[in-house]
């Protein structure tokens, strides 16, 4: 079985975002709708060693408002064995940073994502005698070794999926920005005791049906939720950039991720990586009604549920 916690369910600015007065982030603030942190996953296959899917810049409340990922024994030490990261977006490596204080992890990224933390010095903070820097082999199910290269009983698959190179990684003058294959990627993940995998696909530009093909009836999904439309953030006055441009799927459309999820069974299909303008976050909001009615949940900070 695969516990899973869901840390953060935000994309990056989280919920409210700190300079924006959407309808959305203003009713957050009033206490109409809760907070949401920026989005993160834990998972465990035993619930003693854990291990993180992207580390957000709110990590450090994360951990602090999560019981199972706080010291358990010993003066200095940490449930949490191993970090997986799906891209090199600032929402999921800057709270890398904040994992500084010499605990021994192992840290799991493409070769690609590896060479771009190894070319910025401030990631040096993560001494290398203490974190390891493993590779994720690509379309290969592989176990998941924490930090003292003990198994965590997490297994996880990682693919390549349609994405986008990080914003602050961009080149204007290449085709698509410079991206390449290992920029993004999804993951399945399972424990070693278990068939049923969950899904973690929190940022995707595309859904060819060879990703579809993937997923089993029995597995679960945590997908890429950001807009609701894809030209949310222009029509709510906050932005000039559609869902694709900035590599993100929309929820509605004929080439939105409803659509396009609806001839897949699955268990359990759940939205993360929300941005703080989609109006899903609204309880009677007619989004919220839509994507209820097409079998899906909203992920949110605090959510618990297991894979078995």
């Not at 004929?254 to 999820?261: F, K, M, N």
């Not at 990586?273 to 007619?286: E, Q, Y």
Request: net charge negative; charged share 15%.
């Amino acid at each position: 079985m695969l516990r899973v916690i869901v840390l953060g369910a935000a994309a990056g600015g989280g919920l409210p975002q700190w300079n924006c007065a959407c309808a959305v982030c203003q009713a957050a603030r009033r206490g109409d709708i809760r907070p949401q942190t920026q989005s993160s996953i834990a998972v465990s296959a035993d619930g003693a060693r854990w291990v993180l899917i992207n580390a957000s810049p709110d990590i450090r409340q994360q951990l602090a408002a999560t019981a199972a990922l706080q010291p358990q024994h010993g003066v200095r030490a940490s449930p949490l064995g191993a970090v997986l990261l799906t891209n090199a977006d600032v929402d999921h490596i800057t709270g890398l940073l904040s994992l500084r204080e010499s605990q021994p992890l192992a840290l799991y990224a493409t070769p690609r994502v590896h060479g771009v933390l190894a070319a910025n010095a401030v990631f040096n903070v993560l001494g290398r005698e203490r974190v390891a820097r493993p590779a994720l082999t690509l379309n290969q199910c592989q176990p998941v070794l924490d930090g003292a290269g003990q198994d965590t009983g997490v297994r996880v698959e990682a693919f390549t999926i349609p994405g986008k190179i990080a914003l602050w990684l961009e080149d204007p003058d290449a085709a698509n920005f410079g991206s390449v294959a290992e920029d993004t990627i999804g993951l399945a993940i399972s424990s070693s005791t278990s068939a049923s995998r969950l899904f973690y696909l929190p940022g995707c530009a595309a859904l060819p049906d060879a990703i579809k093909a993937r997923l089993a009836p029995q597995d679960s999904l945590l997908f890429d939720g950001t807009t609701f439309t894809e030209d949310e953030m222009i029509t709510c006055g906050v932005g000039s950039k559609t869902a694709a441009r900035m590599g993100h799927l929309p929820m509605s459309g004929d080439s939105g991720a409803l659509a396009l999820w609806q001839d897949v069974p699955l268990r359990r299909k759940l939205f993360i990586h929300i941005n703080n303008t989609n109006p899903v976050w609204l309880p009677d909001s007619p989004a919220r009604a839509a994507i209820g009615a097409a079998g899906w949940q909203l992920a949110h900070d605090g959510m618990e549920f297991c894979v078995e």
